[in-house]
Structures are given as structure tokens and as C-alpha cells.
């Protein structure tokens, strides 16, 4: 089922939005998908209208940001977050063409491409040693898409899979 999405889940920069009279129209979508065999075969069901999750349940969190203005967008750039019950698991689908995607892991303060890298400190024969390891997608808290440019009058759909706690 689509609808507008909250404010408190989407970031939007680049762009003014005034009440109303915004070139750009959000619409956030959320989608319950399973795996089922059909004629042997496994496919992939997607169901919109999905009213409870349980724990392992897989979600695909999409938006569709559309220009309904008369010039192209430059720059724009959509945010959402993991939510707090949920973990990333992986993008819902291939990034749109002149869409760059980066990822979180500090509550979306600051993004980077993936692989994302930190520094961690263990003890290797009794010595503290910093090394720089790879984040794992299920770490990442936020992702974030650039649109080069949304061109009036179309529409890029953009999107990430998570996992129920």
C-alpha cells in the first residue's frame, strides 16, 4: 500500500520543499516478501497488504521520489532508516541509472559507499591492536540515495530489504 511518507522517516536535502507547492511528490511503500513454490519452481511473493510480522519476516522498504514540477531536479538526496526492530539485509533491487547509494552505521550522520570500513580494537598475544574491518550490511542504520538529476515529469524507485528481530 503506498502513501506519503512521514516526515520522520524520510530526509530529503537539495531541494526546497514548501507546504504544497513542492516539484517533488514521496511516496513510501512497504511490502511483505516471501519466498513460495510454485510448480516445482520458487518464486518470490509480494504482498502489500500485510497487517502482522513475525521475527525472520523479510520487508522490502521502497520510495518512489517523483518530479511533478516542470524542471529537473539536480543533487537530490532521499533518506531512510533502518528501522530500530529491523536489520538491513541488502538493496531491493539495482540502483536506478544516475543514482549513487551510500550507507550509514552512525544513526545517519555521516555515509559513505559500500564497503563500509571501521576501526576496532582487539588484543592480539596480550598487545592492543587497531585494525580496520569491513561492516557487515546488517550493521548499517541508514541508507542514502543521490539522484544526479530527476528530470520533470519522472520517477526513480528506490529501496532496501530488512529482517523483522
Known amino acids: 500500500m503506498k502513501s506519503p511518507v512521514p516526515l520522520l522517516l524520510l530526509v530529503l536535502s537539495g531541494v526546497a520543499l514548501a507546504q504544497g507547492t513542492s516539484p517533488l511528490s514521496l511516496l513510501y511503500d512497504q511490502v511483505l516478501v516471501q519466498s513460495v513454490t510454485r510448480d516445482g ?8 497488504a500485510f497487517t502482522k510480522v513475525r521475527p525472520g519476516d523479510v520487508l522490502a522498504q521502497t520510495v518512489t521520489a517523483r518530479n511533478v514540477g516542470r524542471v529537473a531536479l539536480p543533487n537530490l ?34 555515509f559513505a559507499p559500500a564497503p563500509l570500513k571501521k576501526t ?8 592492543a591492536v587497531t585494525r580496520e574491518v569491513e561492516v557487515k550490511p546488517n550493521e548499517y542504520q541508514a541508507v ?4 544526479g538529476t530527476l528530470e520533470a515529469g519522472t520517477e526513480k524507485t528506490l529501496g532496501f ?5
Open 77 to 110: 538526496r532521499v533518506q531512510l532508516p533502518v528501522p530500530a526492530n529491523m536489520v538491513y539485509l541488502a538493496p531491493d533491487g539495482p540502483a536506478p541509472e544516475g543514482v549513487r547509494t551510500e550507507y550509514s552505521i552512525d544513526g545517519g550522520k555521516t
Open 161 to 165: 530489504r530488512v529482517q523483522v528481530k
Open 120 to 127: 576496532v580494537t582487539v588484543t592480539e598475544n596480550g598487545k
Open 144 to 147: 542514502r540515495w543521490t539522484i
Open 41 to 48: 519452481k520458487t518464486a518470490e511473493k509480494r504482498t502489500p
